[in-house]
């Protein structure tokens, strides 16, 4: 027991007065003659015994009363170490993940502890709060209570021990201040738990879901790009027991245009792949029907009307089959012969064909170096006689190896690597008894690089390094037939294909990403990514052709969104949150080290209570006081 003023007590020491008077208190008795003195001796006796009694009765009664009164005034009370610390100071971690989603007991489970907050705060000390994406530092309880409730799911997520350090942020200075970290979370596992700090008190509640499954779709990307189609690839993946189908819708600018399901009964994860049209824009949405964690069930992605690809012939040969090739209305195509080159041309381009050149000036291949640098892609068709150093000098640069000596001989042209991509998609089954076209001459070469067409022999006939193409053969009619070949049309309409980088159909919120758009900007001019409900102005720079624009944590919402300038249109971009929390995975915050856990916030709060409370006891003094003054009446009355 402790008192709150305790120099009260020293007038405990003004009992000794009624004792030492009542000691010292000498009362005469007169005396009365009677004739029968015997009998009046014992009645004598017995008067003084029963006044003495009563004597001391009523000075003790007085004695406790007086007692009572002054231990109600020096106002006892017992308390713990936390209640008698005036200064305390709480913050109270609330994760607001995706992973928050999840179903509990009643309702999703940031809703429930969002809710339970707002019913059992009521101190009147000001506390600090902080989510995955906000903080808030010594508010009162009311400012916490009104905005408590507007708290939203975020993809942010903190890990354990960057909830300690962003708690020891929010904490004061002060060595002797009681520190209570209040952490609220399903403890999605990311790390293990970290040590305590000895001056910190961690409590913590583990929110749980009551079904721990989940359906994700983790990514789309494209498989293969055709003429008229692009085919995609979807990729989902789950968690804890799922028995059913699960229906997959795919929209095209909120029009659903296609529809499958797949059935996870057995795999923990699938593929399905879908055919679009690729001649028109493609604002896409994939979207699933999974209760359990509604975050990951869409996933946008959006594929712009595709540009001409611009295609450079370079001649010294006759050009008109290529000519024939790429006069489509998907291609700009451009001729121009060695000698009338204009150099400005080529970073502007997408593919580039060297056509039969003699020879390749030092100058042409380091444009064509940086050109290919820039992710451009080169076709080189050597002539029947070449300059075999300057042709060598490129090939290495461009990792293709190393040509030798031509070698007069008839070959055909026997083998396709079907697994090659240029001819991915283009047969229905492996051909092998179809026309076979042939040369007259060929180089022999040293390679680095994958055969997509070889000779009877093996020798190659068709190499490919990254985005570059070598011939090892003269296509002019008096060398080949190659040109006349059913064949020719989707080797090099494919190479053509495959020198756009295939488009990035979504970018992920958090991430940085750099997004190049092809356009010009006056001095003043700014892009901006907008939705139908929202805008904002991304980080940018701007280049000779190209403006670079750099986004991270904008924008908050996923979905599609465009490109604009003004009031012009540029583009379609998407944004997907990032898939992290789809597998659920949770530690258990009964394993982590000195940290007291309760299963409910209503525990959590009522041992909170508990431990602030105050017990007062005098109150009670008083009563007793009252009690012996009542007694001490009661005996001056009734006692003879």
Known sequence: MQFKHPEILYALFLLLIPIFIHLFQLRRFQKVDFTNVAFLKKVIIQTRKSSQLKKWLTLLMRLFALACIIFAFAQPFTASKTALNTKKETVVYIDNSFSMQAKGTKGPMLQR??????????????????????????????????????ITYTQEQLSPSQVLLKANQLFSKEKDATKRLIYLSDFQQQEAFPKIPNDLLVET?????????????????????????????????????????????LFNNKKLVAKTAVNFSEN???????????????????????????????????????????????????????????????FQFTQQTFKTLNYNQIPEQNFIVLNELKEIPASLITA?????????????????????????SLLVIMGLGSLSEPT?????????????????????????????????????V????????????????????????????????????????????????????????LPQLYYTIGAQNTIAIPIKLGPDEILTIKDST?????LQQTKANYVSLTTMDSPNLSGNYQ????????????????????????????????????????????????????????????IFALLFLLIEMLILKFHK
């Open 205 to 249: 509640v583990q929110l749980k879901p009551i079904k721990v499954s989940n359906i994700a779709i983790d990514s789309v990307s494209i498989v293969s790009k055709k003429a008229s189609t692009t085919q995609l690839k979807v990729n989902f993946s789950k968690s804890g027991e799922v028995n059913t189908e699960i229906p997959i819708s």
């Open 534 to 538: 929202s805008q904002f102005i991304p």
């Open 408 to 444: 007069i001989q008839e070959k055909k042209i026997t083998k396709i690597n079907f697994s090659h991509p240029l001819f991915k998609g283009v047969f229905e089954q492996e051909v092998t008894n179809f026309q076979y076209p042939k040369v007259n001459s060929f180089y022999s």
């Open 268 to 330: 923990t994860s699938g593929t399905i792949t879908f055919d679009i049209d690729n001649t028109e824009e493609f604002i896409g949405k994939l979207s699933l029907n999974e209760p359990n964690l509604p975050y990951d069930n869409s996933l946008f992605f959006s594929i712009n009307k595709p540009e001409k690809m611009k295609v450079l012939a370079i001649n010294e040969a006759d050009g008109r089959f290529l000519q024939r090739l790429f006069e489509k209305e998907e």
């Open 563 to 622: 490109i604009t300038k003004g009031n012009e249109f540029l583009e379609n971009i998407s944004f997907n949150y990032n898939r992290n929390e789809s597998k659920l995975h949770y530690l258990n915050s009964e394993d982590w080290e000195d940290a007291q856990v309760y299963k409910s916030i209503d525990d959590l709060f009522e041992s909170i209570a508990e431990a602030n409370t105050i017990n007062s006891f005098w109150k009670w003094f008083v």
């Open 368 to 392: 064509l170096k940086s050109f290919s640098d820039e992710g451009g892609s080169v076709f080189i068709i050597p002539a029947q006689e070449i300059d075999l150093s300057s042709y060598n």
């Open 446 to 501: 040293q390679r680095n690089a994958t055969p997509a067409i070889s000779f009877e022999d093996n020798q190659p006939f068709l190499l490919q390094k990254n985005k570059s193409f070598l011939l090892t053969a003269a296509l002019n009619t008096g060398n080949s037939n190659f040109v006349n070949s059913p064949l020719v049309v989707p080797t090099i309409y494919n190479m053509a294909l495959q020198s756009l980088a």
């Open 113 to 150: 502890v969002l809710q339970d907050l707002y019913d059992k705060t009521s101190s009147t000390e000001k506390l600090s709060w902080f989510t995955n994406n906000a903080e808030k530092k010594n508010v009162s309880a009311q400012d916490f209570k009104n905005e408590v409730l507007s």
